[in-house]
């Protein structure tokens, strides 16, 4: 079964740094392209990062473009989002995504979420 699960996430202060990691399992990790977006309350879920399977080429959305990075260790089955010079308009769930093609059809998968919260 596909699982995607998410930890690292907590309360820190602005400027401070969080590291997410996601754990997958289910599927070709190497052969997937991995994502992580947020989501704040009342607001629409958006993509921050994004990681690709082929070349592991990565794109940032621009209000953290600079400050976080996304990473994965194929060998772990393992994303990363590095968080550094963390802001208060930070703060939201962010969810851990895969997209795999299986049996002729691109499939996504989210993880739970892990909320992160910025604040002095």
């Known amino acids: 079964q596909v699982q995607l699960v998410e930890s690292g996430g907590g309360l820190v202060q602005p400027g401070g740094s969080l590291r997410l990691s996601c754990a997958a399992s289910g599927f070709t990790f190497s052969s997937a392209d991995m994502s992580w977006y947020r989501q704040a309350p009342g607001k629409e879920r958006d993509l921050v990062a994004q990681?690709?399977?082929?070349?592991?080429?990565?794109s940032y959305a621009d209000s953290v473009k600079g400050r976080f990075t996304i990473s994965r260790d194929n060998a772990k089955n393992t994303v990363y989002l590095q968080m550094n010079s963390l802001k208060p308009e930070d703060t939201a769930v962010y969810y851990c995504k895969s997209r795999f093609r299986r049996l002729g059809f691109w499939r996504e998968y989210w993880g739970q979420g892990a909320q992160v919260t910025v604040s002095s």
């Open positions: 990681i690709t399977n082929s070349d592991g080429s990565t």
